[in-house]
Structure formats: structure tokens, C-alpha cells
């Protein structure tokens, strides 16, 4: 009889294994499932709890992108752009900053029109503009004959200078900012 009720204890061991394992995997697919409705509901909390991890004690680490932007450097030793070809960076002396460069024709018109914003906003992110009052772009593609054609140019004061530098400010937006005397589009990209 010791024996059989040895068995079954050994029976009833393996079968009380099983079943915290179950438990356990339950457990574990309804909290990830309560994690993904809470995403989903508020994925704001996510990130900010990302960015709370980041912290330790009074001292904040810095990603990658933000230690970059906040290293600038002098306008002409910016030696490319997001798209396209830096042809020029020219600093007057007298508080204008001239960048030419040369971009390719994208899928669409606006999207060949919006690289330029992103062009010049990711350009004044990372060049120190310390006593420059405003930054001219200037851009020219390539046309189907070959030939090089003016396509955009616009001039960014100090104030939306300040703005991109200082805010997450969205690049796609710049147009609205552009002083219109002088912003030009080619007429075939309207």
C-alpha cells in the first residue's frame, strides 16, 4: 500500500507542476493583454515613462539625436543635407547665411517641394547661427533635357530661426512662416 500512495503522491506532484504552469502562462497572457489595451487607450504614458527611465536620480541621460542638435557647428562646415546635394554655404558676414543645394525630383510635387523645408530646418538644428539675422535658401534640380532650373528659394528670419532651434517645431510647416516677398516656387510644382 506504501507504495501505491508513493505513486500517487508522485502523480499528484506532477499534476500540482502542470497546473502552476498554466496559472503561470494565464497569469502572463492576461497582463500582456491589459498591456497592449493600455497602449492602445494612452500610448502618451508609455513614452513618457520611457523618458522617466532615462532619468537617474537628478541626473537626465541624453539620446543620441539631442547630444547631435545640441553640438553646432560654424554654418560652413555643414557639409550636406537631409536630401539632396549641398552645393554652397556662404556666410555674407552680415548676417545672412545663403545655402545652395541641389535636390532630386521626388514622387510628387509637394514631396519635391517639402524636402526643401526639411532641408533648411535640419540645417539650422545643428549650425551654430549665432549672430546671423536670417538664412536664405536656394534650391535647383535637374530638369528632363538636363538642364539645372531654379525650383524654390525662400528666407528664414531670426525669429522662425529661433523657433526651429528652440521647439520641436514640425518642418513641413515652414512654408507658413516664410516671408512671402520673397519665396518663390517654380509654377510647374503648384
Keep these: 500500500m506504501s507504495t501505491r500512495n508513493g505513486t500517487r503522491f508522485a502523480n499528484q506532484k506532477k499534476s500540482t507542476g502542470k497546473t502552476v504552469l498554466k496559472w503561470c502562462l494565464i497569469v502572463f497572457g492576461v497582463l500582456t493583454v491589459i498591456s497592449v489595451i493600455a497602449y492602445i487607450i494612452n500610448p502618451d504614458a508609455f513614452s513618457k515613462q520611457q ?4 532619468t537617474t536620480g537628478s541626473q537626465t541621460t541624453q539620446s543620441d539625436s539631442q547630444i547631435q542638435a545640441a553640438v553646432k557647428v560654424p554654418p560652413t562646415e ?7 546635394d549641398l552645393l ?5 558676414g552680415y548676417g545672412t547665411v545663403v545655402i545652395k543645394a541641389k535636390v532630386n525630383s521626388q514622387l510628387t510635387n509637394k514631396q ?7 532641408n533648411a530646418c535640419d540645417f539650422i538644428r545643428h549650425a551654430d547661427l549665432t549672430g546671423i539675422d536670417e538664412v536664405q535658401y536656394w534650391a535647383v534640380a535637374d530638369t528632363s533635357d538636363g538642364d539645372e532650373i531654379k525650383i524654390i528659394s525662400f528666407s528664414i528670419p531670426r525669429d522662425v530661426i529661433n523657433m526651429i532651434q528652440n521647439t520641436d517645431f514640425p518642418d513641413n510647416t515652414l512654408s507658413n512662416y516664410i516671408q512671402n516677398d520673397d519665396f518663390f516656387i517654380l509654377g510647374s510644382l503648384l
Design 88 to 92: 554652397s554655404v556662404i556666410d555674407n
Design 78 to 84: 555643414i557639409k550636406s543635407l537631409q536630401f539632396g
Design 112 to 118: 519635391t517641394i517639402d524636402q526643401n523645408y526639411y
Design 51 to 54: 523618458t522617466a527611465n532615462q
